[in-house]
């Protein structure tokens, strides 16, 4: 897999064409990219349009059906394949949940080297190591992190947040993060390159599983209307259940080994054997 700017992206073919998909475990969608639709003259049948809630509101798309994609050797089609401003058109498609859940997924972010496995070839009940499930309404992955000694939260398993651990205003104002201001900066907040601006602040530890990170960067909206957790839902699936305060970001996972069963809602997180 190659890994740009906190993205996780993967070689496939888009009706035949070399592109790069970029894998989104915070999207429940698969989208084509408009740009790259576009450049290559593209046409596909055409779905219904939807409405799209996203975290800066709510926008109806065109879907289209019968996109042949194949990635290492495995052909396929897609349905339902969202119409999407997806920034440069080297990246071709966007896969999400619907289909991540097809396979237990290792993603070796320090190597940069990605495995599918089938569901039948592995036990991850057996193997998880952290608390990771998914969300009652829309099987939207969810893993709990801890904040000190005494505070622990849910946030969303993300693979399109290229930054720190994002957390609403609310839970910072609650740990009284305000004094570790470090400084504010303009970035992605999902792999559609929305952007938005954030306050960042360095906490002392938090708890990722089996292991402890120090001096942990934690972005806030300086937005506080800002729905971090709307993130590319068709409307009418609200989120709901567990209390969701984040989104776990690329600056955490780039140290891991990280395997998930989205299907069944189990996880590992590892370190490289050869890492020192």
């Known amino acids: 897999m190659k890994v740009q700017n906190g993205h996780i992206s993967i070689p496939v073919k888009v009706s035949g064409i070399d592109t ?8 429940q969608l698969n989208a084509i990219n408009r740009a790259f639709r576009n450049k290559n003259n593209l046409s596909f049948s055409k779905g219904k349009k939807v409405n799209i809630r996203g975290i800066n509101g709510i926008e109806k798309m065109q879907t289209f059906n019968k996109v ?9 089609t897609l349905n339902k394949v969202t119409d999407m401003a997806m920034g440069h058109h080297s990246n071709g ?6 289909f991540l859940e097809q ?3 290792q993603m070796d972010y320090p190597n940069q080297r990605i495995r599918f496995i089938t569901h039948n070839a592995i036990d991850m009940a057996k193997l998880e190591n952290i608390e990771f499930q998914l969300h009652k309404s829309k099987s939207m992955p969810l893993v709990k992190l801890g904040l000190g000694s005494d505070k622990e939260v849910w946030v969303l398993f993300d693979t399109g947040n290229n930054g720190g651990v994002l957390f609403d205003r609310s839970l910072a104002e609650t740990m009284g993060w305000s004094n570790n201001l470090t400084d504010i900066q303009t970035m992605t907040v999902d792999a559609t390159s929305h952007i938005s601006v954030m306050d960042n602040y360095r906490i002392p530890e938090l708890q990722f599983g089996p292991y402890t990170l120090e001096n942990v960067l934690v972005s806030v909206p300086s937005d506080s209307k800002l729905n971090l957790l709307e993130r590319h839902r068709e409307l009418g699936s609200r989120i709901r259940g567990k209390r969701v305060q984040g989104i776990l970001g690329y600056d955490v996972l780039q140290h891991f080994v990280v395997t998930v069963d989205y299907k069944n809602g189990h996880a590992h997180i590892g370190v490289p054997e050869d890492a020192n």
């Not at 790069?20 to 999207?27: C, E, F, M, Q």
């Not at 042949?68 to 396929?76: A, D, K, L, M, N």
């Not at 498609?93 to 619907?98: P, S």
């Open 103 to 105: 396979f237990v997924i």
């Open 20 to 27: 790069y998909a970029v894998l989104d475990t915070g999207s």
């Open 68 to 76: 042949p994609v194949s990635f290492f050797g495995v052909e396929t």
């Open 93 to 98: 498609i966007l896969l999400g949940a619907t």
